[in-house]
C-alpha cells in the first residue's frame, strides 16, 4: 500500500515538473515574439519603409518611393472590415481635390479574393489606387495591426500621423491638408 502511493506521488510531481517546463518555455517563447514585433514597428516621424505592390486587375506597380514629394495617405482596409466600409466614401469624395493638390490616396487591401475586392471596388465606385496585398507584407513591414489603419506620409516621406480606426470626412480632409505639398 505505502509503495503505491509513493508511486502515485512520483507521478505526481514528474507531471507537474514537465506541465512548468511547458509553461516556462511559452512565457520564454511569448518574450521573444513580442520583442521582435517592436523592433519593426513604424513610428510617427520616421521614414516610411519603402515597398511596391501591383494595383488592383493589373500588372501595373505603385512603389511608394516614386511618389516622393508627395503626400501619401495609405490605408489598410478589407471587404470584411465594417469600418472600412464607412469611410471608403469619403476618400473617394477627396480623392480628386487632393490628388490635385499633390496628395495621393493608396488602399491597401488585405482581402485574397480578388471578386469580392473587385464587387466592392464596383459597389463604391472607387477610383483611386487599390493595392494587392494578398500575403501581407506590406502589413507586416507596417506593423499593422486592427483595419482599417491610415498612415499619412508626408512628402518627404516621413509618416505624419498613424491612425488606427474608421476616419470621418472632417478628420480625414484635415490630416490630407497636414500632408498636401507646401504650394
Do not use: H
Not at 505505502?2 to 512520483?10: F, G, N, Y
Not at 512628402?155 to 498636401?180: C, N
Request: glycine residues 8%.
Amino acid at each position: 500500500m505505502k509503495e503505491k502511493i509513493i508511486q502515485k506521488k512520483k507521478r505526481r510531481l514528474i507531471f507537474r515538473a514537465a506541465m512548468l517546463t511547458v509553461m516556462v518555455g511559452l512565457v520564454v517563447f511569448a518574450l521573444v515574439a513580442n520583442g521582435k514585433d517592436d523592433q519593426v514597428a513604424v513610428a510617427k516621424g520616421e521614414e516610411a519603409p519603402d515597398f511596391q505592390l501591383k494595383k488592383f486587375g493589373t500588372e501595373e506597380t505603385v512603389q511608394l518611393s516614386d511618389l516622393e514629394g508627395q503626400g501619401v495617405m495609405l490605408n489598410f482596409w478589407a471587404t470584411y472590415c465594417g469600418p472600412c466600409k464607412d469611410e471608403m466614401p469619403y476618400m473617394e469624395e477627396l480623392y480628386e481635390e487632393y490628388k490635385e493638390k499633390g496628395v495621393e490616396i493608396l488602399a491597401v487591401n488585405l482581402d485574397s479574393t480578388e471578386l469580392v475586392v473587385e464587387n466592392f471596388v464596383n459597389e463604391y465606385n472607387l477610383t483611386f489606387p487599390i493595392l494587392q496585398d494578398k500575403k501581407g507584407q506590406v502589413m507586416d513591414l507596417y506593423n499593422i495591426g486592427p483595419i482599417p489603419s491610415t498612415l499619412f506620409i508626408n512628402p518627404d516621406g516621413e509618416i505624419e500621423e498613424q491612425v488606427i480606426g474608421p476616419l470621418t470626412l472632417e478628420k480625414l480632409e484635415g490630416y490630407l491638408q497636414d500632408i498636401s505639398p507646401e504650394e
